[in-house]
């Protein structure tokens, strides 16, 4: 089962400045992410914290990593004050483990491939699947896509944009959608006017 659209979870991610925060608050986003593994988008735990403090409490802030340490992970986080972490790796079971004692709600994500990943099997709270080349930007086809368990809590991304995201949601049901290059004027740069139309078009309005 999926959230009905008016209130499918909206994740905007690779934020980087004030503006594109409160535009994403303002737009109705539920979670704004922000990067910490090499990638235009990447900000410090400094400034990660400056903003994450501008995000109400109803919004989940989320730090993202690509195969980072485990260390490294548990201390940017605490740092920057995020109260979610999502990898993006080769993690185990065991590192989802020592990080759940963090008190974060834990994001995995997954390429979608030949085998089917479930909201769950390393102890995550969300499954966020992403297109077979994760951060391209590129759809993938979403036809091919089983979706996931009743009440799982997966999160669709890879190539989503404005014009893309009702059909995307209507072909695979998810839980919540996720968006970064798709509501970008350039490479890391967003647009507030994108962010707001992306909400907006994903609660099919």
């Not at 303002?26 to 990447?42: K, N, T, W, Y």
């Not at 109803?58 to 690509?66: D, E, K, N, P, S």
């Not at 979610?84 to 994500?109: F, K, N, S």
Request: hydrophobic share 45%.
């Amino acid at each position: 089962m999926s959230n009905s659209s008016d209130s499918l979870f909206v994740k905007i991610c690779g934020l980087r400045t004030e503006r594109d925060v409160d535009t994403a608050v303002e737009a109705g986003a539920d979670a704004i992410g922000f990067v910490f593994s090499a990638s235009p988008r990447r900000i410090d735990a400094a400034t990660a914290a400056r903003l994450a403090r501008r995000v109400p409490a109803h919004i989940l802030t989320v730090g993202v990593f690509r195969a980072e340490p485990l260390d490294d992970v548990r201390s940017l986080a605490v740092e920057s004050g995020v109260r979610a972490v999502q990898l993006h790796g080769p993690e185990d079971r065991g590192y989802y483990d020592e990080l759940a004692a963090g008190d974060w709600t834990l994001i995995r994500a997954a390429a979608f491939g030949d085998s089917v990943p479930r909201c769950g099997e390393l102890g995550e709270d969300m499954l966020l699947l992403d297109a077979p080349v994760p951060g391209s930007g590129v759809a993938w086809d979403w036809s091919r896509w089983t979706p996931a368990g009743s009440g799982a809590k997966w999160l669709l991304a890879g190539g989503l944009t404005p014009d893309n995201v009702r059909d995307a949601v209507a072909a695979t049901r998810p839980w919540g959608v996720d968006v970064s290059s798709g509501v970008e004027s350039s490479r890391g740069v967003k647009d507030p006017a994108l962010i707001t139309a992306f909400v907006k078009a994903a609660r099919g309005g």
